[in-house]
């Protein structure tokens, strides 16, 4: 699934992975499991259906698509479901998630959860 031939993949992954490193140390200390919120940017409601549908086919996750507070702009929201979480497999995750968003034309916004 992951495709690192698209023009935006690197840029994408490379500042992702930064923010994983940046905020793992807080994430590590606060519990093992993790549920995590994530965010894309679509440029059409199709462009955002797609990648939906892609991520309910392929994963377990819960998936909304929603418009945004800016006139026009579609969003791909959700969370996973309570994962266990390593600096790599986050970073795999990650890299995961960019290459789905970019073969519907959707782009990664990042991820989140609680502390």
Request: aromatic share 4%.
């Given at each position: 699934m992951i495709d690192d031939t698209h023009p935006r993949y690197h840029e994408l992954?490379?500042?992702?992975l930064q923010l994983?490193?940046?905020?793992?140390?807080?994430?590590?200390a606060a519990a093992p499991t993790h549920r995590i919120g994530f965010a894309y940017r679509a440029?059409?409601?199709?462009?955002?259906?797609?990648?939906?549908?892609?991520?309910?086919?392929r994963?377990?996750?819960?998936?909304?698509?929603?418009?945004?507070?800016?006139?026009?702009?579609?969003?791909?929201?959700?969370?996973?479901?309570?994962?266990r979480l390593s600096p790599e497999?986050?970073?795999?995750w990650v890299e995961w998630?960019?290459?789905?968003?970019?073969?519907?034309d959707c782009e990664f916004e990042g991820w989140g959860t609680e502390t």
């Open positions: 992954v490379s500042r992702h994983n490193r940046e905020i793992w140390q807080t994430l590590a440029p059409s409601r199709a462009a955002a259906a797609r990648l939906m549908d892609l991520l309910l086919d994963t377990d996750f819960d998936v909304r698509v929603e418009a945004g507070p800016t006139r026009g702009r579609i969003s791909v929201t959700g969370t996973t479901p309570p994962m497999r986050l970073d795999r998630m960019v290459a789905a968003g970019l073969t519907q």
